[in-house]
């Protein structure tokens, strides 16, 4: 009867404690290792791919789920997990990510939601402070100013909202990142990063952050059609002597209905 308590209390505890991401939990894990499991049963979820693109690593959870990072992380970086049949999903980590072991709950995919882009991307034009909100070590050159990708939206249901899901940002230097503590920037400070769709610009990110929703104008979805989305990063408004883009990195590009 002891027994059965206590495995229960094991069972439990974690739960109570557990501090929730985006689109998965986080929690204290047992021993060293972190987990990947299924959102929905909390089965631990064998033979998914963990990435981190800017530190050019990459490793794979065992049979029950379980995975251990063996690299240093300086600064924000993203973390991607991928397995077939299920939502790609990333997260933001840095150095104290992986103090104690977490657990990340992953969605299976379904009919409402659709991958658009699992790449990751930099936008910018390499020039970045190492006080800026993505200090770290960059090892992917900047495509430039900005992303532009073209999709169909098939099977969309207009009566519901449809959300453009950005996995996670991080390298936004704003002023209002600076003011919640996102960069220690002193004397620069940069316009935010502007969405685009269909050649309207629907949004501007002010923050760094994972699973940032854009609701699209239902009056600009061209159903079963190719619509177009661009991200925009935004420049150093400090400096005018010549343009300045903010260096950001994404990844995750998804859309939900
Ligand atoms: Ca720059």
Redesign the pocket.
Known sequence: MKKVLIMLLIFLLPAVSAATFQGGVSEQGQGTSSRIIDKQTGQGIGGANITLPKQNYATTTDSNGFFELDTQINGPSIMSVQKENYKPFTMTVDGATFNAPIVVGIEKSNASGKAIDTNMYHL??N??SDLSANAGEFSMQAIGPFYTKKFTLKNINIAKPVYLVIGSIIGIDTAMARSVGQNRIPNAVASPPEIYFNGNKISEIQLNGDGQKIKLPPSLIKKNQVNEITIKTGR?LMQTAYI????IEFMNILIEN
Request: aromatic share 22%; hydrophobic share 10%; no cysteine.
């Open positions: 910018g034009d020039s970045f150093n300045d883009y903010d260096d």
